[in-house]
């Protein structure tokens, strides 16, 4: 446990710093990644695929699924 006295380690002030140093080379490593024009590593497409009526109905359902669509409420205008 980080928070027991006996078990925490005590850092000088040079190896906090070189710590912090380090962290942040990673962090703008990653930051400032350069891609050439129209390479894209993100991905794109679809995270999951888009549900039917029935599969929504399966896992919802079905008397939440008809009151759901039949819900005659009008939404809040706040929202």
Request: without cysteine; aromatic residues 2%.
């Amino acid at each position: 446990m980080a928070n027991d006295p006996e078990k925490v380690e005590v850092t000088s002030r040079k190896e906090r710093e070189a710590i912090g140093r380090n962290a942040n080379a990673g962090f703008a490593r990653v930051e400032r990644a350069e891609l050439a024009d129209g390479v894209t590593e993100i991905p794109t497409q679809p995270v999951a695929k888009q549900l039917t009526e029935d599969e929504i109905r399966e896992r919802v359902g079905s008397s939440n699924y008809e009151a759901a669509k039949n819900d005659g409420q009008i939404g809040s205008i706040n929202s």
